[in-house]
């Protein structure tokens, strides 16, 4: 009688970290040779808060993840669409889940004041 053992592991290690940056901040992801850089906040259509809007509006950041010495992927990520709020580079998934802070009706965010929390999975 022969044994067919699957190919593939049946159980598989899933890292997942959170990540907060501040813009130009880089961090590492624990225990791994990459980097993520919080490049900035490309557009910020979000309702300010005090506001009643029809629509919640859209943020986009730009991140970079560098592997090692490798060139960095360059990552779009948006606030308002789930399908846009995810992007995968060099082995890992970026989750976007939160922008902080929010637009105000008297006044947009001063510049280097956004701070990006992202969750990061391995693929």
Do not use: K
């Not at 943020?59 to 709020?85: F, G, K, M, N, Y």
């Amino acid at each position: 009688m022969s044994v067919h053992l699957p190919l593939e592991p049946v159980v598989a290690f899933v890292l997942a970290a959170s990540l907060s940056l501040s813009e130009s901040e880089t961090v590492r992801i624990p225990n791994h040779p990459v980097q993520v850089t919080f490049v900035g906040v490309e557009s910020d259509s979000r309702c300010p808060t005090g506001v009643t809007c029809v629509w919640e509006g859209d943020a986009a950041v730009r991140i970079a993840v560098r592997r090692d010495d490798d060139s960095p992927e360059l990552l779009l990520l948006h606030t308002a669409d789930a399908a846009q709020r995810r992007g995968r580079a060099a082995g890992f998934t970026f989750v976007l889940d939160r922008l902080e802070p929010r637009p105000t009706a008297d006044r947009p965010v001063p510049a280097g004041a956004y701070r990006l929390l992202l969750t990061v999975t391995a693929d």
